[in-house]
């Protein structure tokens, strides 16, 4: 799932998340902001839901979520070669 979290930066963002962080706006652009967010919101509450349901382990879930540290990783990477001048 946290692979296509920035798929809709990609596709509508141009390939850029320096977007996401601004006030500006339009159709595309606001459409790349929801559908992020909500891609995000559900990295998180899909496993909770299937715990909940019993359908998985609470080691499943756990592993899902410390998968997150990957993609903190990988945001803290993107942002510190944003403010580098190479």
């Known amino acids: ?3 296509l979290v ?3 930066c990609l596709f ?3 390939g850029s998340t320096q977007f ?3 006030r500006d706006g ?3 652009i606001d459409a790349a902001k929801f559908l ?3 891609s995000a919101v559900g990295s998180f509450s899909i496993p909770i839901i299937l715990r909940h349901a019993h359908m998985i382990s609470t080691g499943a ?3 899902e979520f410390t998968s997150f540290i990957f993609v903190c990783t990988v945001l803290c990477f993107h942002r510190a070669s944003l ?3 190479w």
């Open 1 to 3: 799932m946290y692979a």
């Open 6 to 8: 920035p798929m809709p």
């Open 61 to 63: 879930m756990f592993i």
């Open 26 to 28: 339009g159709g595309w």
């Open 12 to 14: 509508f963002g141009g």
């Open 36 to 38: 992020t967010g909500a």
């Open 20 to 22: 996401l962080t601004s």
């Open 83 to 85: 403010e580098d001048d």
